[in-house]
């Protein structure tokens, strides 16, 4: 059973009015491990879309058929297998032609990228996967393949934190923050996971790649600068909890605080 | 990929940028068969569209936008392709850039692969022409591998992170001019990006750390008294 997500998907109703070559939303099936599937399905509230998520490419291309897809994204690090049979796809949702496809690929990893464009991927991502970046790739795909206007959300609500992508104004109750890229990101992986205990380990993972480990403290002096914008004490945290010896938990306090 | 052929012409590749930057990616392209010409004026650019025939242009469009219809309006027209590189975090910028004909983004701060991985991308997109890549290039001695991130020196190999590698090239690019804290920051992160000048300092002892370079006597990299850094040997241009 999937968790509601900590995001209020206030707009969603809007979406008729933009679905001017499509039936309905854009349907995208995103196919990641799980704490940065979950944190793109919440980037992906900023525009007008049906998610849909797999957490292995089994399970992935078990969903084609029931989702039909009109886009593709995949984290080619999934973990153990091979992500790139997910490339090039073909799907009658484009008029039998590939299903564009966004990868998602860790930073400085020319080989991999190489490889993902000759396998014919649409775009890259690079991990750390920055949402404002994310959503503007997305859209622009969807532009480039189906003429489709995507309805663009600049504003989603994560509790009372209001994050305006196109302003990249981060409001908390009535503060302002300035957020640097990472922050946003990283206050969109734990928010996304709203609940769930993501590990050092993953965070690393999610936003700096496997490889970028070179310096182990990076993960937590982030989180105490987030913390220290959202004025959050580690403490009695409002939002970011630390489970020590596991990693940092955002606090799904949705019902409390709405 | 496809075997070398020797004598093959090289991709032509427009910059529009700033010369410190310009420099950056024209030595970063020379991981591929490109060759590059960097230009912000208007009235060369169009001369070199006509004499000089680019396959693909890479444009700062935070300065210098109005490049995107000068040299028309990408891939979707069938112009030359354009790669477009940006600070701002603002998707309603990139999203009107795609919309004017860009047919592709970087985003500062970009890690060296992307300017490899991108025009190699529009390249086989808009020509069909799978651009031979060239992993190792020297800089004045020190072998730099950008595919496995690791330089070497003298038979010793190091490992960079992509920060130091960033740091490596545009201080290289630019070997021989004295590169301001402020500069730095501007071509590898990004104004917007939050980042403070001494982290420069810090990401610069580093490098010449794993350099084995002094910074008394420095081989590579040379500190300029209140002004910035300076890379010493000039990159050569011959691979390997």
Do not use: C
Not at chain 1, 96 to 108: D, E, H, K, V
Not at chain 1, 237 to 257: H, M
Not at chain 2, 120 to 127: E, I, K, Q, S, Y
């Amino acid at each position: 059973m999937p968790r509601p997500s900590a995001v209020t998907r206030r707009s969603i109703a809007r979406a008729d009015r933009s679905a001017t070559r499509l039936r309905g939303p854009a349907r995208i099936l995103v196919a990641a491990n799980e704490p940065i599937e979950k944190m793109v399905q919440m980037t992906l509230d900023h525009g007008v879309f049906e998610t849909h998520v797999a957490g292995t490419t089994a399970e992935a291309h078990r969903k084609l058929a029931e989702v039909r897809p009109h886009l593709v994204i995949v984290d080619l690090d999934l973990s153990g297998e091979n992500g790139m049979s997910l490339i090039g796809l073909r799907n009658t949702e484009n008029g039998g032609g590939t299903i564009p496809t966004i990868a998602m690929t860790r930073r400085g990893d020319v080989w991999t990228k190489l490889a993902a464009f000759e396998a014919g991927v649409d775009d890259l991502i690079t991990v750390p996967a920055i949402p404002e970046e994310l959503v503007a790739r997305v859209v622009a795909l969807m532009r480039r393949t189906y003429g489709h206007v995507v309805q663009f959300v600049p504003e989603i609500k994560v509790r009372d934190i209001r994050i305006d992508l196109v302003t990249q104004r981060v409001r908390a109750g009535d503060r302002r923050l300035e957020l640097t890229a990472l922050e946003q990101a990283l206050l969109y992986l734990l928010a996304s996971n709203a609940g769930r205990v993501v590990s050092r380990g993953e965070i690393l993972d999610s936003l700096w790649g496997r490889d970028y480990v070179s310096d182990s403290n990076v993960v937590d002096r982030h989180v105490r600068n987030l913390r220290l914008k959202l004025k959050d004490s580690w403490r009695s945290p409002r939002y970011i909890e630390t489970i020590s010896g596991e990693g940092y938990r955002f606090i799904d306090a949705e019902a409390a605080a709405d | 990929m496809p075997a070398k052929r020797d004598g093959e012409e090289r991709a032509r590749v427009l910059l529009v940028m700033g010369e410190i930057l310009a420099n950056l990616v024209a030595l970063t392209l020379r991981h591929g068969r490109y060759e590059t010409r960097a230009t912000t004026a208007t009235r060369e650019a169009r001369e070199l569209v006509r004499t000089w025939d680019p396959q693909l242009a890479i444009i700062d469009v935070d300065h210098h936008f109005e490049f995107v219809d000068l040299l028309g309006r990408g891939i979707a027209h069938g112009e030359i392709p354009l790669l477009a590189l940006t600070r701002k975090r603002d998707t309603a910028v990139k999203l009107s850039a795609f919309e004017r004909g860009v047919d592709d983004i970087i985003e500062v701060p970009f890690t060296l692969d992307e300017i490899i991985a991108r025009p190699f991308a529009l390249m086989r997109r808009a020509h069909g022409i799978e651009v031979d890549l060239i992993p190792r290039i020297n800089l004045g001695g020190l072998i730099v591998d950008v595919a496995r991130q690791r330089a070497e020196l003298d038979g010793k190999k190091l490992e960079l992170s992509p920060i130091q590698q960033s740091l490596l090239y545009v201080l290289a690019a630019n070997a021989g001019k004295t590169l301001s804290r402020n500069e730095l920051v501007a071509n590898i992160w990004g104004e917007d990006f939050g980042i403070e000048s001494n982290v420069v300092d810090r990401h610069v002892r580093e490098l010449r750390v794993k350099l084995g370079d002094d910074w008394r006597a420095p081989k590579y990299i040379e500190t300029v008294a209140r002004q910035g850094y300076r890379f010493r040997a000039l990159p050569e241009s011959r691979s390997n």
